[in-house]
């Protein structure tokens, strides 16, 4: 069993920035790969980004490109994204996930619960 936990959301000011943490716990949840998705009430999730817990490749979708970056903390189990430079579109639920596989990381088998990112104006 894998078990993620985001935590960081919260209020900010547009133009601002944001660090989501999800910390993962389980026999071997720790080592897979790991993605970040957002999702606003009524729209499909969206993939924001991901990252390959070996070596630490990352890739992000078009429209995070710039001002979002994921990273990882190997002795935390922690990964991490980085949310720069944000606009009011950005407001939503974001989500960690994980997969042992990297060739399926935009379908992860895992979910963290979400943690509200919410942008004033």
């Known amino acids: 069993q894998v078990r993620l936990v985001e935590s960081g959301g919260g209020s900010v000011q547009a133009g601002g920035s944001l660090r989501l943490s999800c910390t993962a716990s389980?026999?071997?949840?720790?080592?897979?790969?790991k993605a970040w998705f957002r999702q606003v009430p009524g729209k499909e999730r969206e993939f924001v980004g991901a990252?390959?817990?070996?070596?630490?490749?990352?890739y992000y979708g078009d429209s995070m490109k710039g001002r979002f970056t994921i990273s990882r903390d190997n002795a935390k189990n922690t990964a991490y994204l980085q949310m720069n430079n944000l606009r009011p579109e950005d407001t939503a639920v974001y989500y960690c996930a994980a997969h042992y596989s990297w060739a399926n990381i935009r379908t992860p088998a895992y979910w963290g619960q979400g943690t509200q990112v919410t942008l004033g104006t």
């Open positions: 389980g026999s071997t949840g720790s080592t897979y790969d």
């Open positions: 990252i390959r817990w070996s070596g630490g490749t990352t």
